[in-house]
């Protein structure tokens, strides 16, 4: 009879540390999930303001070229509502004015 409450007892103890082991991976998965998302919400929010930098930049680079001045006003003006939406939307190629900086 010792032996059978023996095994119970290491059958028991071996489940108990498989769970703990289950929740642990499940905790650091859980902790690497949101440090990758704040890395992404970074790298997104770096390039927005890169893009605003360049958008301001060209504005200034136009100087008495109306064409390019337009396009400079419409890709700050994408910039900048890109900016307002937290910067969660990277407009399409085709939505950005034809000739200016990537």
Known sequence: MIMAEDSLILMAGFAIIVIVTVIAVAVAMMQLRSAERRMHESTI?????????????????????????????????????????GGHRCPAEHERPAGLLQ
């Open 45 to 85: 929010r770096f390039k927005t303001y890169t893009d605003l930098l360049n958008a301001i930049t060209e504005l200034n680079l136009a100087g008495g070229d109306s064409y390019k001045m337009e396009a400079a006003k419409k890709n700050l003006a994408l910039t900048l509502n890109r900016l307002n939406l």
